[in-house]
């Protein structure tokens, strides 16, 4: 198969385009590297352009006769989606629609979307399920569950197959510690207490230890890297198998408190996590877990790295070969 794959550069993608490119697959990434990183792309074709370009996009479509799209390209940051709306709507609603049009104006119908728990909001029930309630408490997940609405649109209109998975919090690297995150700014908890670990960063914000769950801090649902992406590529054989639109979670569906990444960072480094005591942030609920039995039903999909453990471990690794990296370049 040949797969369009845009934002292959980013943390995510670029797992991505390497499992593709393992697979036998031949791969054309699509990115503007605003936040993903050349180096990261390990496979197939790098193309540095931005996506929502409806002629090069018509153009690259005809040329290389795509067999299915994996969409990953977006902005992230909820706090920045809240202060710029415009930015978010631009760059992950309308920049999808125009690929939405190209894929329909050139019969291109497969689509896996990377879409987010962000769609649900508040939890009214946990763990969440793909029926709960889609109220998105900010423009972030706002502009996924547009997607989200624009692609069943499109499925009714045109035919397009398409699969959205709502991943809840994307962690950990590749076991080969060839890829890891790269953000800037950095925004998730493991990371940032790796790094607090190392100096990099301020000691990690523990806000609120007062939740009604059995440590007293918040529980999310980490879900590995690699685990993400094989489920994309499920996904994309369900679709070429005459599977029918859909969306499915992502998640370990128990999760891990914030106390306890700190305690397993700790054994994994072999040393403590600075951190401080905050008071609890405002919107933040005691827990945020997925129900992802419908995509292990459906897709039999079978996470093989989501133990904190292994998530933290091999993020680890990656964050020991940025320092050597880093001491190298200054000798």
């Known amino acids: 198969m040949h797969y369009l794959v845009t934002g292959g550069a980013g943390y995510i993608g670029s797992h991505m385009v390497k499992l593709l490119f393992k697979q036998g697959h031949q791969v054309t ?4 590297l605003s936040s993903g990183h050349r180096d990261a792309v390990l496979g197939g074709e790098l193309i540095v352009h931005d996506f929502s370009d409806r002629a090069f996009l018509d153009q690259l479509i005809t040329e290389k006769n795509f067999d299915g799209v994996f969409h990953f390209a977006s902005k992230i940051l909820v706090g920045e ?23 329909r ?5 497969h689509l896996v979307f990377s879409s987010t728990a962000a769609v649900y909001g508040e939890p009214q029930s946990t763990p969440i399920d793909e029926a709960h309630p889609k109220v998105p408490v900010n423009p972030y997940g706002a502009s996924k569950l547009m997607v989200e609405m624009m692609m069943s ?7 397009l ?49 007062d939740y009604d769950t059995p440590d007293g801090t918040c529980i999310r649902d980490y879900i590995h890297v690699e ?39 700790a054994r994994v480094t072999g040393k403590p996590v600075p951190f401080e005591l905050a008071g ?37 690794q990656w964050e020991l070969k940025m320092v050597a990296q880093a001491q190298e370049k200054n000798i």
């Open 161 to 209: 197959n398409y699969v959205a998975l709502r991943y809840f919090n994307a962690a950990g690297t590749d076991a080969e510690g060839l890829l890891g995150e790269r953000h800037e700014p950095e925004t998730h908890l493991i990371p940032l207490a790796l790094k607090a670990v190392l100096g990099q960063k301020p000691p990690l914000k523990l806000f609120g230890q």
């Open 280 to 316: 609890r942030r405002e919107g933040d609920p005691a827990r945020l877990v997925a129900d992802a039995s419908r995509a292990k039903s459906v897709l039999q999909w079978v996470p093989v790295h989501s133990d904190l453990e292994t998530i933290i471990r091999h993020a680890w």
């Open 227 to 265: 685990d993400l992406c094989s489920a994309h590529l499920l996904a994309m054989q369900y679709l070429h198998g005459g599977g029918q639109p859909t969306a499915f979670n992502l998640g370990n569906g128990a999760g891990y408190s914030v106390q306890q990444v700190i305690d397993v960072a």
């Open 81 to 103: 989606s809240v202060s710029n709306p415009a930015k978010y709507y631009r760059a992950n609603s309308f920049a999808t629609l125009t690929l939405l049009e190209a894929m």
């Open 29 to 32: 990434i699509v990115d503007d």
């Open 153 to 159: 649109d499109f499925q009714r209109a045109h035919g």
């Open 105 to 109: 104006d050139h019969g291109l119908n």
